[in-house]
């Protein structure tokens, strides 16, 4: 006998690498996201083919709010992204990046806002000399 056929490894499954770091979801799972993902996006696909809210602006509220919990959706059924996955850290990510581009985008917004606000008004006359 060779020494590699006295090698014995200290747990039976040793050679078996299997990530157990967070739930990788059963087929209940998948089917749930699915179909709450359908649902998600068919409901505003309606409610803006049949005009049934008049007010332009709340369309766009109702299918902003609509998209944010098919974002979650998502996140939980098809990303497993919960407090238990990674002891929370995947969690605690997302919310940093959620503030980062928050931050991101309203300052942005502000700053073409007050140029836009503040800029000179252009006149037609300027371009003609006196």
Not at 13 to 37: E, Q, T
Request: no cysteine; hydrophobic share 55%; net charge negative.
């Amino acid at each position: 006998m060779s020494a590699a056929d006295h090698h014995v490894h200290p747990h039976p499954h040793a050679d078996d690498h299997h990530d157990d770091h967070g739930s990788h979801g059963s087929m209940r799972d998948y089917l749930i996201g699915f179909f709450l993902s359908v649902i998600l996006t068919a409901i505003p696909f309606w409610l803006v083919m049949t005009g049934a809210i008049a007010d332009k602006q709340a369309t766009a509220l109702v299918i902003m709010a609509f998209a944010i919990v098919q974002i979650v959706v998502h996140m939980i059924y098809f990303l497993h992204m919960n407090t238990k996955a990674e002891n929370g850290w995947t969690v605690m990510a997302l919310i940093f990046t959620i503030i980062i581009v928050v931050i991101a985008l309203s300052g942005s917004l502000w700053v073409m806002y007050h140029l836009n606000h503040n800029m000179m008004p252009m006149s037609h006359d300027m371009g003609q000399l006196p």
